[in-house]
């Protein structure tokens, strides 16, 4: 079956289509440009060139991958974030727009406190490593740390931070225990754990549910597993001028900051994303 580039792009957004993938359209021109390379001048350039057949077959495969719901960017390997490119597969969850918002706040609230100085911070539960390479690229002089208990998921980070060229110190184990054990002290711990309820797994997107990693998204019976467990364990690695920033899930807006209360915050706040849903969960510690 020969066809131009536009033909085949027009032919799987159709196929998409028919099988119920939203935005068909994007997908289709995206994976075309992920199996060449191109951006969309390029796409355009070539627009009416031949498909070779043996990126035809692999464009097939990767469309019958999105038609069974795994997400697009496990087929094409990588998503960006912050206005870079970052590698993930299903080792990582993706990252998600809401969480450039929390390093916005994170980085504005910063600079008042500290300023240009440099500081220490721990990123936990890493993933692809959105969250901690991007404040060590956006902060060159911040000594940033960064957390998983998935070793698989360290190597995915390690990969991402030498190929963006930011400067991790990277640490396996479950949430702040190799920072405890190692008796650092640090003035940010910054985090998106797992915060789903266990109960609403089942009723997430398959996209979701049945390719991104549970032990991402699983935040225990109410959700706030995690949340308890890091600033509990917070006390022990902060120093005496400290925040904790959260990404937070929908409807956990005041359980969080009752969290914070009951753990002796000087102040804290929670702001919304773009949909209006609060976000973003940040906390001040001070003796």
Known sequence: MKMTIREAQTWASSFLAKQNIEQAELEAEIMIRSLFGWDRSQLFVHWN???????????????????????????IGTQEFFGREFQVNSSVLIPRPETELLIEEVLQQAEQIWQDQPITVVDIGTGSGAIA??????????????????????QVAKRNAE????????????????????K???DLVISNPPYIPSRDIQTLMPEVKNYEPIL???????????????????FSVLKRLGMIAFEIGTDQSEAIQQLFANSGAKSYQVLPDFQGIPRVAMAWFKD
Do not use: C
């Not at 060139?49 to 960017?73: A, C, D, G, T």
């Not at 390479?133 to 698989?152: A, F, M, R």
């Not at 190929?163 to 190692?182: C, D, S, T, V, Y």
């Not at 991402?216 to 917070?234: H, K, M, N, P």
């Open 49 to 75: 060139e031949s498909m070779p057949m043996s990126r035809l077959e692999q464009f097939k495969q990767w469309l019958n991958r999105r038609i069974n719901h795994e997400p697009i960017q496990y087929i």
């Open 133 to 154: 390479i991007t404040l060590s690229l956006e902060k060159p002089n911040w000594n940033v740390h960064t957390v998983d208990i998935s070793k698989q998921a360290l």
């Open 163 to 182: 190929r963006l060229g930011a400067k991790l110190i990277f640490h396996h184990g479950n949430l702040l225990e190799p920072i405890i054990r190692q």
């Open 184 to 186: 650092m002290k640090v």
């Open 216 to 234: 991402a998204l699983d935040g225990g019976e109410d959700g706030l597993v995690f949340y308890r467990q890091i600033i509990s364990q917070s």
